[in-house]
């Protein structure tokens, strides 16, 4: 949500020899295009991606199912892979670091591309367009409450729409045999490996005991919450910084029936007091979010991660346990070493009890096209049992 000290970002453009001007909308904090072009059925594809490319948005007032035909066509003409010359394949990326920093340069310049095809929205979050979506349940969901006439990219809208659908229709977690319904803009639990691993990992004894308590830090979904309440544990307090995360994990820890065992508290990382059982799944990337929406994968210098151990000795009970679930592939992209991710843990007073590895399933394991396919085919996710030396 916007902060609402902050003025509301406004886009601007011509219409009709007439200058006009709506809030603009954008989720990943790209800013107002300075250019503004009003774009209907009569443009071709190859002038609409020239256009985007040079960085002037196209205010779409046609059909709206042909505007997502023309982003169609915007994305093949990205996509479309050019012959490498000898000059390109000597360019290519001499480590996995430079091939991950390329990767993100490439995703932004096609998120830029993209999001430059634009729809207006009625003061209700309508589209005034001929076979238009109802979008409305959407952008609340997103944008809060409605308020004034917008605009935003069609790609945001998808991403809208689709994120609308997943929250009504849940994504099914097989450690807790039901579904969790994630909000816009909060990761959804849907790689299974990590939330295994919390479902497996034994238990300290003393969270089994009538009074067991556990706390779930950086909670997001709740998903890990409602995990450890289900395996037993008597009280769980899950915590989070984000006004979204907090409100999705309130809802799914309702919908589950788990109210009277999981506490979702606003804490930065801890809540006050010591439990036998501390978790936390921090973003395993350490590298700059380049929006709200990527803070859950990406975390600038390991802050997240820093933070949980640091802090861990001081919450943990004697004889308690932090599990931290970490994948690896920081460490196959050479973003962070093995050596430091255990040095980090030394500096905190901290010891290793155990770890507990999986591999994880997803598609893009397997996907050689992708460019990180040589890092994502090694991955391997963990849980790290630590306790105070």
Request: proline residues 7%; aromatic residues 6%.
């Amino acid at each position: 949500m916007n902060d609402s000290a902050t003025p509301a970002p406004v886009i601007t453009w011509t219409e009709a020899d007439t200058p006009r001007s709506a809030r603009w909308r954008s989720e990943s904090g790209l800013p107002p295009p300075r250019r503004v072009v009003v774009a209907d059925d009569t443009i071709t594809a190859d002038a609409a991606y020239r256009l985007a490319c040079e960085g002037t948005a196209l205010l779409w007032r046609s059909d709206f199912q042909n505007a997502r035909q023309l982003l169609g066509a915007l994305t093949r003409r990205i996509e479309r892979k050019p012959r490498k010359s000898a000059a390109a394949a000597k360019a290519a990326p001499a480590t996995p670091v430079e091939a991950f920093h390329l990767h993100r340069q490439a995703q932004a310049q096609r998120a830029r591309t993209l999001g430059m095809l634009l729809i207006p929205l009625d003061e209700d979050y309508a589209i005034p367009l001929r076979r238009a979506p109802d979008v409305r349940p959407a952008c609340v969901e997103a944008y809060g409450p409605a308020e004034v006439a917008s605009v935003a990219s069609l790609r945001e809208l998808q991403g809208l729409i689709g994120a609308h659908e997943w929250r009504e229709k849940g994504v099914v977690v097989p450690a807790l045999g039901e579904r969790i319904h994630p909000y816009y803009g909060v990761f959804a639990p849907i790689r299974n490996e990590y939330v295994g691993l919390v479902a497996e990992a034994a238990l300290p004894s003393a969270t089994l005991l009538a009074n067991g308590l556990a706390f779930d830090i950086g909670t997001g979904t709740g998903v890990l919450a409602a995990v450890l309440a289900r395996r037993g544990v008597a009280r769980v307090v899950a915590t989070d910084m984000d006004d979204r995360a907090l409100a999705c994990a309130r809802d799914n820890i309702a919908r589950l029936g788990l109210s009277g065992q999981v506490d979702v508290v606003e804490a930065d990382l801890f809540p006050e007091g010591c439990a036998p059982l501390v978790v936390c799944n921090p973003p395993w990337l350490p590298a700059r979010p380049s929006s709200r929406l990527e803070s859950a994968v990406y975390d600038l210098e390991s802050r997240m991660l820093l933070g949980f151990l640091r802090g861990l000795g001081a919450h943990l009970t004697p004889g308690g346990e932090g599990w931290l679930i970490l994948s690896d592939l920081a460490e196959h992209l050479g973003l962070r070493t093995r050596a430091e991710l255990l040095a980090a843990i030394d500096a905190a007073g901290l010891k290793v009890l155990g770890r507990i590895d999986v591999r994880p399933s997803h598609p893009r394991v397997s996907d050689t096209s992708d460019p990180l396919h040589t890092a994502r085919a090694a991955e391997v996710t963990s849980l790290w049992r630590l306790a105070v030396r």
